[in-house]
């Protein structure tokens, strides 16, 4: 690798070269800026509106990670750099898991996007543009380290934006647990921006702007539910917005679906960067943080309600402490869920941590006013449990394969742990005079509780997290469900 003069570099003639380092490998020029990028939730990511109508089919991880890339381009730049990641903190925001090591998936996630492409449709122009989204990637071995550019023919998207684009903050697209959440939730901020709160979109031209292949979703009733009400559901819960959409039908058959954009009065999720800069869409309600929106303060709320602290305890809580204190206790917290330690109430024992401080009581060594989880007793804990303190000598590859010849499907797995609440429920039961949905809600806590301990094996055994959808009781579904979500927004 040698370093060229920037008189020698005619690949860029168009564009005046900065102070990046320039490097030359393998007879390709490189412009790589010469700090290591943190990635910064509160980044605004800056697209043109043509690009936020482009069609293209992306995973939930291949998406996020373009977006980190894409919070990190100034929109004065003259060139899409190049920039450098630590593959663990892209790991920690896209929510990779390791299964054979993190930096591996990573490494082929990045393949998958130098593989894909996107395709535009330029405003009052007929012709459709198919750019790839990567130049090239380079993988720093043993550095922990990687090296991500977007393709230079993306420059007219990202750079040099003085009118019709969309904004929206990386850490609130970042939260979306589904694709289409996040290409319907840019729609309403396009829309938002140009003043338009409802906007029709047909179904051929979802279809085909969020890449879904002919032979899936056909029937409507199941785009529906994937589509619309799961992006509904989830803009919902983790934005200042919300929409109601009515069904326009053509014949019998729908045709297309008009949104109709409302902000969630009162909402402690509202962010005043992504307000509409004149015109509100309805009175709006003083925010229950009181700090007008500080966007400090909504990821602190976000936090706690990923914790399942309910809204009014969280009002009560940033009205009354330190943000210091607060943030030590959330992250103490999260890392004692991530431990599966906490085995009560995790809602309950949040707000206690944060009251009581309970991270500087432990960082002292005092624990007087710490609040024990009580410990399931030994006969409570399923066998499929115990087994696996027994195997701390053995090889990863052993461990592995004892794991696995043990479950040998989600389904074997879905099946003890119903079986272990179902026979905890019964001792509870006879030991105690509780009504069926206490008995049920301890049974749920303990299983929560066996789930969070195996998600902890799989990562340690460097094993894929098992998909929701490979499970089939309703109940164990949600709170399989509920339990990821707060994982991956760790």
Known sequence: MVKKKKEQLDLFDDRELDDDTVVIKDNEVELLDKNLKTIDLNHQVLKSNDFVDANYSLTLHENRLLLILASKIHPNDDKLKKYEFRVAEIMQHIGLKARGGAYQQIKDAVKNLQRKTVEVRKENDNKEYVYNWLITSIYH????????????????????????????????????????????????????????????????????????????????????????????????????????????????????????????????????????????????????????????????????????VDEKKIKYLIDKFPEDQLLRNVEYCEQKLLEGSITSSIGGYTYDACRKDYAKSVKKGNLSNVRKSKPIRTEMVPKFIREQEANENLTLKEKQDIYLEKYKDPKTFEANCLQFKEELIKIESKRKKLTPDELNAIGDKHLRSAIIKDLKERKELELELVSVEEFSNNEFKEIYSSIIEVISAL
């Open 141 to 308: 071995d043993h550095e922990g380290i990687i090296s991500l550019q977007f393709h230079p023919t993306l420059k007219e998207y990202f750079l040099d934006l003085k009118q019709k684009y969309t904004k929206g903050k990386l850490g609130s697209y970042l939260q979306f647990s589904s694709f289409y959440a996040f290409r319907i939730y840019e729609q309403i901020l396009k829309h938002i921006g140009i003043k338009q709160y409802t906007f029709t979109l047909s179904i051929e031209r979802m279809r085909k702007m969020f890449g879904i292949e002919e032979n899936k979703l056909v029937k409507y009733s199941h785009f529906k539910k994937t589509v619309i009400l799961k992006a509904q559901e989830d803009i919902t819960k983790k934005t200042p917005y919300t929409f109601e959409f009515n069904e326009i039908k053509q014949g019998k058959k729908i045709v297309q679906i008009e949104f109709k954009v409302i902000r969630q009065k009162g909402s402690f999720l509202s962010s005043p960067e992504e307000k509409p800069k004149e015109e509100k869409l309805n009175d709006e309600k003083p925010n229950l943080n009181g700090h007008n929106g500080a966007q400090e303060t909504n990821s602190l709320a976000k936090r706690l309600t990923k914790l399942e």
